[in-house]
């Protein structure tokens, strides 16, 4: 019985990292990414369960001090402890924890169904000014650690850090966690495509909405595109995405939009008819 239940989780932990990989390769997420970094200054990223990987590792944002770390052995291994320990108490809500040398990295976990599959992570931030008290005492850890590392470059890169306030910060994670939800009904909808073979028809129609959702389209256009009645592609278009016609191109409008107004200065008017709405009732 053990056997076959550590393989039911192997199983499970590479289908939640499939659709983890799948999840950071959409549109969705990209656009949301390069939004929310720009807006905050703080790197973002998908991360799968029982990852072994540095977070942030190549990211446009990633904290100059976490960079450099992250060529070190010793420190690799402080920091995926911290990754695992964060991890593990970011079940139920979304958590938070600081590193050796006070950068505070959050965990928001993204559900399909009950199941966890993956981990929103942002992070590599100060919530306090770094000051030479502290600096010092991340000097004395790395002593110990007897590193052979720059230390005059690593107080440089450590005095780029992000800053923010506590008030500031929770204020982002908020925002994670609202963009968790929805990256959760796209990952019940990928799951949701794997496990019945979606028609070409249907694969057709999602395409062309993508393409076109910033103008005005019908469902008879649509079921037109696909060469199909109108009654057979409400069916069959429901049945597959779980959701009507309407109700799918209505959230990706609003997806859209709520990536384009983490710019401050956008307005929501601008942003409505962007997006292919016709009255500001789609973002309410």
Known sequence: ???????????????????????????????????????????????????????????????????LMAKTSKSCVACLEVQAKLEKEARLKPKSLSCFAGLCDTMVPIRVGERIVAFLQIGQVLLEKPNEKGFSQITKKLLKWSMDSDLKKLEEAYYQSKVLTSDQYEGFVRMLETFAGHLALVGNSIAVSETKVEPDSIRKARMYIEENYDRSISLSEAAKVVNTSVRYFCKVFKNYTGITFVEYLTRLRIEKSKALLLNPNRRISEVAFEVGFESFDGLA
């Open 1 to 67: 019985m053990e056997l076959v239940d550590a393989n039911n989780s192997l199983s499970d932990l590479k289908a939640s990292r499939t659709l983890s990989k799948k999840l950071s390769e959409t549109q969705i997420f990209r656009d949301y990414e390069r939004a929310f970094s720009a807006a905050s200054g703080l790197p973002l990223a998908i991360r799968p369960i029982q990852s072994f990987q540095i977070a942030m590792q190549g990211k446009k944002s990633q904290n100059p001090f976490c960079a």
